[in-house]
């Protein structure tokens, strides 16, 4: 029996499995979920979405929109707060608004991973409170 039988499916498995056991380990802290986008209309638009938690860090994209209003004046990070659990909490950071068009994250702090959250937005005109729930 010719060796190269087992030697070249040997070692394909041991490079895959080195392969899938680094993937895991360095995203083991990371989970990644599919919530859907909600979304908040007025004279600027704000779209939010939860897209993971990675080391007790809730992890949401956010786009505001607007042809309007100078998004400058307004820090979301000041004038946004999570709910889960019986917690209110502001972002660990956020965008900084400038212009028209701004795409990024808002970070929270949260304890496990909350199954049932929502954020409030205020002062972003024209509505005076959004809120996005979960």
């Known amino acids: 029996m010719d060796y190269r039988t087992f030697i070249i499916p040997g070692i394909a498995a ?50 505001l929109n607007t042809h309007t209003v100078d998004l400058e004046q307004y820090n979301l990070q000041m004038l946004t707060t999570l709910s889960y659990n019986g917690k209110n909490v502001k972002p660990l950071n956020s965008i900084l608004l400038a212009g028209h068009h701004n795409t990024g994250e808002l970070v929270f702090p949260v304890e496990g991973k909350p199954e049932h959250f929502n954020v409030v937005i205020i002062g972003i005109p024209d509505v005076s409170m959004r809120e996005f729930a979960w």
Request: proline content about 2%.
């Open 14 to 63: 041991v490079i895959l499995a080195l392969v899938f056991g680094t993937f895991f380990f360095l995203n083991q802290d990371t989970k990644t979920f599919s919530y859907a986008t909600k979304t908040s209309s007025g004279t600027v638009t704000i779209d939010l979405t939860p897209v993971a938690i990675k080391n007790n860090q809730l992890v949401f994209t956010v786009n």
